[in-house]
């Protein structure tokens, strides 16, 4: 099974699909700025769960944030996780600049 995903930016989501099938497999959406970009839900399609379409897109968007130099915020929960479980990329998630002082 081949997995492709590819960003489209005009729907503000990564969209992975399967062997070149036109119907997408599992989405990613986000929002972004020029130095954030927010993983605010993941969708995979009940047919392809469990068989990596989620990793695709997980790996996928976030090789993209490194490159372009974006912190990620992670508030979709299998984003979360999926940074939880894959420390290399630990690195990526943006760190409140502001302290609370006592």
Known sequence: ??????????????????????KAAGVAAY????????FVHTEVAPEYEGRGV????????????RAANLRVLATCPFFAGWIARHPEYQDLLYQSRSKVSD
Not at 7 to 21: I, L
Request: proline fraction near 2%.
């Open 31 to 38: 929002i972004r700025t020029t130095e954030l970009i927010a």
């Open 1 to 22: 099974m081949a997995v492709e995903v590819s960003d489209v930016p005009g729907g503000k989501r990564y969209e992975a699909r399967v062997d070149g099938e036109s």
């Open 54 to 65: 989620g990793s695709a897109l997980a790996r996928t968007a976030l090789d993209e944030a």
